[in-house]
């Protein structure tokens, strides 16, 4: 059974940081491009960052970009998002997903396969 478990959120004040993990049971790890995304009270899911297999080619949302950066360790199954500069709007539920490498980059929800249950990242002004 496939399980992502995402973990590193809470409370932080805005200008700071937070480095949200996501454990991933898939196997093998690397035949799976990651996702993050995020999701606000009464919004829709909405894309953050990507990564492929290998680590190499990464995307991000524009409004992230800059103050994000996502990372991947294939030999711990894990996949990382480490958030720097955060701001009030940044406040929502963290979700990683997974979508098989041969299917590329995408940055709708819809496209991914798999979904963990999410963190909750809250940052106070």
């Known amino acids: 059974q496939v399980q992502l478990v995402e973990s590193g959120g809470g409370l932080v004040q805005v200008g700071g940081s937070l480095r949200l993990s996501c454990a991933a049971s898939i196997r093998p790890f690397s035949n799976y491009n990651m996702g993050w995304f995020r999701q606000a009270p009464g919004k829709e899911r909405e894309f953050v960052a990507h990564i492929n297999w290998s680590g190499s080619t990464t995307y991000y949302a524009d409004s992230v970009k800059g103050r994000f950066t996502i990372s991947r360790d294939n030999a711990e199954n894990t996949v990382y998002l480490q958030m720097n500069s955060l701001k009030p709007e940044d406040t929502a539920v963290y979700y990683c997903?997974?979508?098989?490498?041969?299917?590329?980059?995408?940055?709708?929800?819809?496209?991914?396969?798999?979904w963990g249950l999410g963190t909750q990242v809250t940052v106070s002004s």
């Open positions: 997903a997974a979508r098989g490498y041969l299917r590329g980059v995408s940055y709708s929800a819809a496209a991914y396969d798999y």
